[in-house]
């Protein structure tokens, strides 16, 4: 019995992982930018000189991505991802607070900044 658990063991943990799933998809509907600003206030150095601080602005890119319930707002880098296009169809997966979405065999990255339910017309 005892090995038959240690071969168990040895499979679980030989840090081969299988395929990860997507299983959600869904349709890019915007792309809109978002700036935001971030300060490093002055500081003084170890022989007492004073150094100003610094002010800087960022500018990323936010993509809207509809499904059938949800509508997710997600933010990439600051280059405009040409697999995120108005109208092209995404899997995705989200874990962690992140969107990954699949681009061939790689995936991608972004992070959710806003996630709302899809308000349907009424009939």
Same mark, same amino acid.
């Given at each position: 019995m005892s090995v038959v658990?240690? %071969?168990?063991?040895?499979l679980s943990f030989?840090? !081969?992982?299988?395929p990860k799933a997507y299983p959600f998809s869904g349709q890019v509907v915007s792309i809109g930018t978002e700036m935001s600003t971030g300060s490093i206030p002055p500081y003084t150095d170890p022989y007492g000189k004073v150094h100003g601080g610094l002010v800087t602005t960022r500018r990323r890119? %936010?993509?809207t991505i509809r499904t059938d319930k949800l !509508?997710?707002?997600?933010?990439?880098?600051?280059r405009l991802d040409s697999a995120l296009a108005v109208g092209?169809?995404?899997?995705?997966?989200?874990?962690?607070g992140s969107f990954f979405v699949l681009t061939?065999?790689?995936?991608?990255r972004f992070a959710i900044v806003g996630e709302r339910q899809r308000t349907l017309p009424n009939r």
């Open positions: 658990a240690a %071969v168990c063991a040895v030989s840090g !081969e992982k299988g890119y %936010v993509y !509508e997710y707002d997600v933010a990439g880098r600051r092209h169809v995404v899997s995705f997966r989200v874990s962690k061939g065999e790689k995936e991608k």
